[in-house]
């Protein structure tokens, strides 16, 4: 039986190593060389806002929904599910009010996905989550106050 698995690791081993070599392997479309990662270290909300969007304004919109329960258990692993209908390839940035560096997330969303996001998200404390949707070069939001009974990062 050992030497089964030993042979199975080998021969994926040699197919890896084959497939790198001949440059198969790398994470061209994985690269991020324009990511925005000041905004993610930024302390206050207003600097992480500026720095993402480029000082653009971020409009409330009823095109975007946060959904999440009003309280939590844990702030580790706060479930939410983000819902829109605007069309396009979406940009979709979280950010926790609360939290020592309020930008938690940001992805980007195919449009076969139909506009929609279910993830988990850390807070620190009770507070304000924010999703900011981007599409078309415009910025819509939806805001929800969560109440943590246990904080999550600390």
């Given at each position: 039986m ?21 440059g ?16 993610f ?12 969007f ?8 009823d ?5 999440a329960?009003a ?11 983000i819902?829109?209908d605007?069309a396009g390839?979406?940009?979709l ?10 930008a938690v997330?940001r992805?980007?969303?195919a449009?076969?996905?139909?506009g929609?996001?279910d993830?988990?998200?850390k ?8 999703a900011?949707v981007t ?15 246990a904080?999550?990062?600390?």
């Open positions: 050992r030497r089964r698995c030993l042979l199975s690791a080998g021969l994926a081993t040699g197919s890896l190593a084959i497939a790198a070599q001949a198969l392997l790398w994470p061209v479309t994985v690269l991020a060389s324009d990511w925005p990662a000041d905004g270290y930024a302390t206050r909300l207003e600097d992480a806002m500026a720095i993402l480029g000082g653009e304004p971020v409009e409330p919109s095109h975007v929904q946060l959904q329960n309280i939590a258990e844990n702030g580790a692993s706060v479930p939410i599910a819902r829109t605007l390839p979406l940009l940035t979280l950010f926790s009010v609360s939290n020592p560096t309020p997330g992805f980007e969303l449009p076969q996905l139909g929609q996001l993830t988990r998200v807070m620190a404390n009770s507070g304000d989550l924010i900011v599409a078309d070069g415009k910025h819509f939001s939806a805001r929800r106050h969560i109440q943590v009974a904080g999550g990062c600390g």
